[in-house]
């Protein structure tokens, strides 16, 4: 009998996936029965019947994190194994700060540490971009200001990523596979960006690995479903207003328009910013 090995899952498709092991990826076929994802680690053994080599997967190891999303109302797995979150943050195309609020409430609910990446910084960048950049470092996340184009600021956040299995989300175009093909020493397929409109340039998730670095780059996603999430995973998302909820003197307190509350009065101090209120309220309201 062939002896069974644990390989990583480095490319996910529907059908089909590769999984490395050593310096070999081999091509497997998914198993129906059992979800798998990039970053998951597998048994599996190496199958002889034809001229490639190819594997049969027995089944997965268990996991240490599930990044989780909603797609279509319905809660996925998307990526297993990732220990930080790098949420890009770009000028052009202008990240919303909704889209931020909503990872940082996916990495509270999957308990992955997040970090901002505020790509882009040699374009002449407009205010809001500036202000995001302010409301982050306030929360007291890691910002890491760069330029993919450039090389600026991607050393010391390279320096950061060591030792950790980082997966790079954003809108398509702020620069995920840029950024990681500098970090990797690589040449992923990045986006020409006035020619291919709405197109995404990464179509599928793929772990890539150097040194002491572990980086999935992920396409870019239009926009995140958050409805699902209950009041108090919202919540864990919005560590600033938790706080405050907390000092909050009213019992059963909603925060909305109460004289006295807390949450309100650290809102009309500028301690928590109005965006992070307004998406906060904005996010419950599809509970
Ligand atoms: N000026 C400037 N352009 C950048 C920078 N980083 C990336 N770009 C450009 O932005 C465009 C999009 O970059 P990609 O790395 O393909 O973006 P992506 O996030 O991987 O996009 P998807 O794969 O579609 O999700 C490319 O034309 C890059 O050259 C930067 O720091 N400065
Ligand atoms: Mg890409
Ligand atoms: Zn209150």
């Not at 309100?264 to 101090?269: A, E, N, R, W």
Request: a positive charge; one cysteine or more.
């Amino acid at each position: 009998m062939e002896k069974v090995q644990i390989g990583r899952v480095v490319e996910f498709y529907s059908n089909s996936c590769l999984v490395e092991i050593k310096e070999f990826k081999i091509p497997c076929k998914t198993p129906k029965d059992q979800d798998i994802v990039v970053g998951d680690f597998v048994e599996i053994v190496p199958l002889q019947d034809s001229s490639e080599v190819k594997g049969k997967i027995l089944k997965k190891v268990n996991r240490k994190t599930s990044l989780k999303r909603f797609h279509r109302g319905k809660k996925k797995v998307f990526a297993a194994n990732v220990t930080n979150i790098a949420i890009l943050l770009s000028p052009v195309p202008l990240t919303p700060k909704i889209f931020i609020d909503k990872w940082l409430v996916l990495s509270a609910a999957a308990g992955i540490e997040p970090l901002i990446v505020a790509n882009k910084i040699d374009l002449t960048s407009d205010d809001e971009f500036k202000e995001a950049c302010i409301i982050y470092e306030n929360l007291g996340l890691k910002v890491f200001k760069v330029s993919g184009k450039f090389g600026e600021g991607l050393s010391e956040l390279g320096f950061y990523l060591e030792d950790k299995t980082t997966i790079f989300v954003g809108k398509s175009g702020s620069g995920k596979s840029t950024i990681s093909s500098k970090l990797l020493g690589i040449n992923l397929k990045t986006k020409e960006l006035n020619k291919a409109k709405g197109v995404h340039t990464t179509s599928v998730s793929s772990l890539y690995v150097k040194d002491k670095i572990e980086i999935i780059d992920s396409p870019g996603v239009r926009d995140l479903e958050i409805e699902k999430f209950n009041s108090e995973e919202v919540l864990s998302g919005f560590f600033e207003i938790r706080e405050a909820s907390m000092g909050c003197k009213f019992k059963n307190c909603n925060h909305i328009n109460v004289a006295g509350c807390n949450v309100i009065d650290q809102l009309s101090k500028g301690n928590i910013a109005e965006s992070r209120y307004n998406n906060y309220l904005s996010f419950l309201k599809n509970e």
